[in-house]
């Protein structure tokens, strides 16, 4: 029990690099990865991973779990040299190697730094690493920032030459680490287009549950439902994994306990979020403005969903249509770029439908960033739209031009530019063009009803005056018809009986049909039953075959006589399905039954779910899935679908 007599440091790191091997968890596969790539003598491996997902604690930790002994690892940070000139970011990682090998440092680098560096400096390093039968990997943090191409950035001159040294060393290695995929850095491309490369992504779950539990063994008990809730909000996201327990943590010391459980994960919600604010802030900030947006609309449909005990969440898209905006190109990417960065992954079954990846990110954004006010960040998408707006007024005066005429322009550079929409309703209105303002206001009042609404009422009330003025001639043209109709209503009175009288007779022409079309079916099931034992459904190449498909139509729910292949040139599986629930007395097209296969043949035994989806008296699709892929199964997919056809046995 944590007592005041007691009092422990908190153990859950919160954004700060992991320098300590005990308090660091997981990364197994990847350090075994990355030293077997050194030990190949790959001389880049290039880590990449999103925002606060550890890369650095990644690169501090290479040294403790990577090649003990055998490699020389050289730590330098590039995320302060963004605007140095590349003499003085090789002075620095010339200082830091001979600091880490206690070696002198040339005096004349600063003088003539690329040649002496890499024809002075680096020999005299690798000669002695020879001597000490080791080699130098040079862990490169923060790597992608000198991409930036700011006017100081070094990006031009930095680059080529680390490819010239990579080149001229064979036994030099480098281990960068960007949080931007390499196609989205151009200047990079060059350097890496060789490289292996490894995505630093989620914890897996058994390494998520070591970061919970064993910092704090001594004095904290996690039940098993407490685990389960803090891995359903970090996903195994192992900043906000952290983040949960600091703030779990602080909550059992003040209340002087040592059992934690799922009601302790739930009040520490919103704590955990504040601790977490500025690396939230940081974790969003490093997006796109599209993508940000749809991050928010997505955790606004994760949120109505929610609400409303829905297991689907709304389309995002769909959900920013309803908000006033108007979906551009690159918010029709943006779904499936989060998906690709791992922001973002599909609900079950849905093209279309997304949540986000982790839980407590989504509660922060409706929180912080409600889609309401996320929605104002598509205003700076474009720079020269928000260049015009600022100039409006002179260019305006200047030019002899109306305002409304600038704001149009601003519109069509920018469409989801809000501010200029509002700008534009307001002007039609004042110039009386109530059509337009009507239109405007309409989509100002989606995108922020408080700040249209008097706008929105007033249009609304002019908006049928507008209709009586724009329809007075069909309105008289209308009352000229209407008089015309009650002096012939006799006439017409007379035209409904014989329509009736029709109506009638095709009622009865169709009730036959159906007579004949029932006699036809009740055929058809007398003909499936007399065949009920002889019939074989094959596939067009005959490489499945199953006896009497057609009795699940009867009753039956055990197909005994199964075969079939998975890929071409296999050899054939054979066994039997069983269906979960048949149909009694005849099969409707559409009809689906599923079941279970298990099946067996030289190369293995697979078993898994089918799906039999009924699409005539001629046709059925099979669907199987694979459930135990593997050395068991030894097949290519665990997905294969074949139409299969009655044929006489």
């Known amino acids: ?270 704590d955990a979020i504040e601790t977490a604010e500025g690396g939230l802030a940081w974790f969003r900030d490093g997006l796109p403005i599209p993508e940000r947006v749809v991050f928010s609309a997505v955790a606004q449909a994760e949120k109505i969903a929610e609400k409303k005990n829905n297991s689907v969440t709304e389309e995002p898209l769909k959900l920013l249509r309803e908000y006033g905006v108007i979906i551009t190109e690159a918010l029709n990417k943006a779904p499936e770029n989060l998906v690709q960065w791992e922001f973002l992954e599909r609900v079950e079954n849905s093209e279309f439908h997304y949540k986000i990846k982790v839980k407590l990110v989504r509660y922060w954004l409706v929180k912080r960033y409600p889609l309401r006010q996320a929605i104002w960040d598509l205003e700076k998408v474009d720079l020269d739209a928000c260049r015009l707006f600022e100039l409006a007024e002179d260019i305006a005066e200047n030019r002899n031009l109306s305002s409304s005429d600038i704001y149009e322009q601003i519109a069509k550079l920018n469409p989801n530019h809000f501010t200029a929409l509002f700008k534009l309703a307001e002007d039609y209105l004042d110039t009386k063009n109530y059509q337009q303002a009507l239109e405007k206001y309409n989509r100002a009042y989606k995108v922020d009803p408080t700040r249209a609404y008097e706008g929105y009422e007033l249009m609304r009330g002019k908006k049928y005056r507008i209709w009586w003025n724009k329809n007075r001639l069909t309105l008289a043209l209308l009352s000229v018809f209407l008089l015309t109709i009650s002096v012939t209503i006799n006439l017409f009175q007379l035209s409904q009986v014989q329509t009736q009288l029709k109506e009638k007779k095709a009622r009865l022409d169709e009730l036959e049909k159906l007579k004949e079309e029932n006699a036809r079916l009740t055929k058809q099931v007398k003909e499936l039953k007399s065949t009920r034992t002889n019939l074989i459904w094959r596939s067009e190449s005959n490489l499945t075959q199953i006896t009497n498909l057609h009795q699940i139509c009867f009753g039956n729910t055990n197909l005994n006589s199964v075969q079939t292949v998975f890929g071409s040139n296999k050899p054939p599986f054979r066994g039997y399905i069983k269906i979960s629930s048949s149909k009694t007395g005849r099969c409707d097209v559409g009809d689906t039954f599923n079941g279970s296969f298990d099946l067996s043949g030289s190369s293995g035994h697979c078993v898994g779910d089918v799906t039999i989806t009924w699409q005539n008296n001629n046709n059925a699709f099979i669907e199987w899935n694979i459930t135990n892929l593997g050395s068991a199964c030894p097949v290519d997919s665990k997905r294969w679908q074949v139409n299969t056809y009655p044929a006489v046995g």
């Open 1 to 270: 029990m944590m007592t005041t007599q007691t009092r422990h440091i908190n153990p859950y790191i919160v954004g700060r690099p992991i320098y300590d091997r005990e308090s660091f968890f997981g990364r197994r596969k990847l350090f075994r990865f990355i030293e077997d790539n050194l030990k190949q003598n790959t001389q880049v491996v290039l880590l990449h991973g999103q925002r606060r997902i550890g890369k650095s604690s990644v690169l501090m930790q290479i040294p403790n779990f990577v090649g003990l002994g055998e490699f020389v690892f050289i730590y330098f940070d590039l995320h302060d040299k963004t605007r140095l000139p590349l003499d003085s970011i090789l002075q620095n990682l010339a200082s830091t190697i001979a600091d880490k090998l206690n070696i002198p440092q040339s005096e004349s680098l600063s003088l003539n730094y690329k040649t002496v560096f890499s024809d002075e400096f680096l020999p005299q390093v690798i000669e002695v690493l020879k001597e000490q039968k080791r080699k130098m990997v040079w862990l490169l943090d923060e790597f992608d920032v000198l991409n930036d191409q700011t006017p100081d950035s070094p990006v031009e001159s930095f680059f080529p030459y680390l490819e010239t040294l990579i080149g001229q060393y064979n036994n030099l290695f480098i281990i960068p680490v960007i949080g931007r995929r390499v196609e989205d850095l151009t200047n990079l491309k060059s350097l890496f287009r060789q490289a292996v490369n490894q995505e630093i992504g989620l914890l897996e779950k058994s390494d998520a549950k070591a970061l919970i539990t064993e910092p704090a063994a001594h004095y904290l008990n996690y039940d098993s439902q407490a685990i389960d809730a803090i891995l359903e909000l970090s996903s195994g996201h192992p900043y906000f994994t952290q983040v949960i327990c600091n703030a779990l943590f602080l909550q059992a010391e003040e209340e002087d306990k040592s059992e934690i459980t799922c009601d302790d994960v739930t009040k520490i919600v919103d």
